[in-house]
């Protein structure tokens, strides 16, 4: 199980996972309802995502979420 202890793992994490799963930015994008400028912003920590879109880019990736 991956643990998340902030945000900036949280967008490493999901951006390797992106590039194992073998996605493109564009297609995770189109997958989630982005632009692929808004995922490489993302993934370059210049942006971060509104909760719910968060969510929407983790379930394309297949990642869960567990809040204690």
Known sequence: MMQIVNANQLVDQLA???KE???SQAQ???AVGLSRA???YFEEK???L?????L???DVLG???YLK
């Open 63 to 65: 990642v869960k979420i």
């Open 16 to 18: 390797a996972l992106r």
């Open 38 to 40: 808004m995922i490489s």
């Open 28 to 30: 995770l994008a189109q």
């Open 46 to 48: 210049k942006v971060f």
């Open 50 to 54: 509104r909760f719910n879109t968060l």
């Open 56 to 58: 929407r880019v983790m």
């Open 21 to 23: 799963k073998g996605m």
